[in-house]
């Protein structure tokens, strides 16, 4: 059985690249664009993980997080923040939310990414 993986990031090339590599590497993947989007995704499909951007319209990765965390089906979801907004300009309140990682994207290859959920899981 595949694990199924959200992918929450606003842009779509990189949303696009990422559902791509991980359909490759043997995951099911949903994806959403924003924050709102996400938390409606992640609460119908009950993703093994969550890759997170956190900048993004309507409502940001922190403020989705953070209410994803609040519900009984989300408190303890795997997530991965995946962003090129470095560790120290993250809202504070993340390291309140138990994230499994925290990952600058210009850092990493999709590949790098595919090992490290392969890691969590």
Not at 47 to 52: E, G, M
Not at 86 to 96: G, N, T, Y
Not at 103 to 110: D, G, L, R
């Amino acid at each position: 059985m595949s694990r199924l993986i959200a992918i929450i990031e606003d842009d779509e090339t990189i949303s696009q690249m990422y559902t791509y590599k991980l359909q490759a590497s043997g995951f099911d993947t949903k994806a959403a664009y924003n924050g709102k989007q996400g938390l409606e995704l992640c609460e119908k499909m009950l993703p093994d993980l969550i890759l997170l951007d956190l900048r993004m319209p309507i409502m940001n990765g922190d403020e989705m997080l953070e209410k994803l965390r609040s519900t009984d089906w989300g408190s303890t979801m795997r997530v991965i923040i995946l962003t090129n907004i470095s560790r120290d300009e993250a809202p504070k309140i993340l390291s309140l939310l138990n994230v499994d990682r925290y990952i600058v994207k210009a850092h990493h290859t999709p590949q790098q990414i595919v090992d490290i959920i392969n890691e969590i899981l």
